[in-house]
């Protein structure tokens, strides 16, 4: 019973995917995938039907139960925002930079990292080159277009979308993504994202 909990996550997740990547939903006539899930599953939110996507995607399932989906799913963040590479099948091994309670940064192998420690060391790998940081909300929603951009291609593709603070404002950097598949990711898994307060500048894609 115990390790059928542990794996409900995990399956989820290739449940989600396997919506997505075949478009089922809209096959069965709903606008989209989000449209399907929101009305069928209502008690579980997109934000974590779409944690359970990419952890389902970039890792198989006894790494999974092993790890856990939400330490694995900030894995994949650190990944980004630290640029590293990650071992899928062996991800235990690798090095985060967490910061203790003075601020030094001590090397720790993933496998001895609780969820805590990859939450600072995402954030350290987040501190603004300004003195003001930035607002929990731009942080979020910069979470929601990562998940929902990088989960349209498959573990090893190099691309990248990278989050980093220009003067406390939230800014994402794309690399790599082709224009049609980043508009197609924003339009068909974000049309619930609260309006951005305002849009100074277009993001830059290359």
């Not at 990547?21 to 009305?39: H, T």
């Not at 997109?46 to 139960?65: D, H, I």
């Not at 980043?182 to 993001?203: G, T, W, Y």
Request: aromatic share 6%; glycine share 6%.
């Amino acid at each position: 019973m115990l390790r059928w909990v542990a794996t409900l996550p995990h399956r989820m997740g290739q449940f989600y995917n396997y919506v997505v990547d075949r478009k089922l939903a809209e096959i069965a006539g709903y606008k989209n995938a989000q449209d399907y899930f929101s009305q069928n599953l209502r008690d579980m939110s997109q934000a974590a039907l779409k944690m359970y996507g990419a952890v389902a995607a970039n890792f198989s399932e006894p790494v999974s139960r092993r790890f856990g989906v939400t330490c694995l799913s900030l894995l994949l963040t650190y990944k980004e925002v630290a640029d590293l590479e990650v071992n899928h099948e062996e991800p235990g091994g690798t090095v985060i930079e967490v910061p203790g309670e003075n601020g030094a940064a001590t090397s720790t192998a993933f496998s001895h990292c609780s969820v805590e420690d990859m939450r600072k060391a995402i954030q350290r790998k987040r501190k603004p080159s300004s003195s003001k940081p930035l607002p929990t909300e731009d942080l979020a929603l910069a979470d929601q277009v990562r998940e929902a951009v990088m989960g349209r291609f498959p573990k090893g593709v190099p691309v990248r979308v990278q989050l980093r603070n220009h003067q406390g404002k939230a800014v994402l950097d794309f690399k790599g993504i082709p224009v049609a598949q980043l508009i197609e990711a924003l339009m068909a898994h974000l049309p619930s994202v609260p309006q951005v307060r305002s849009v100074e500048k277009a993001p830059h894609v290359s």
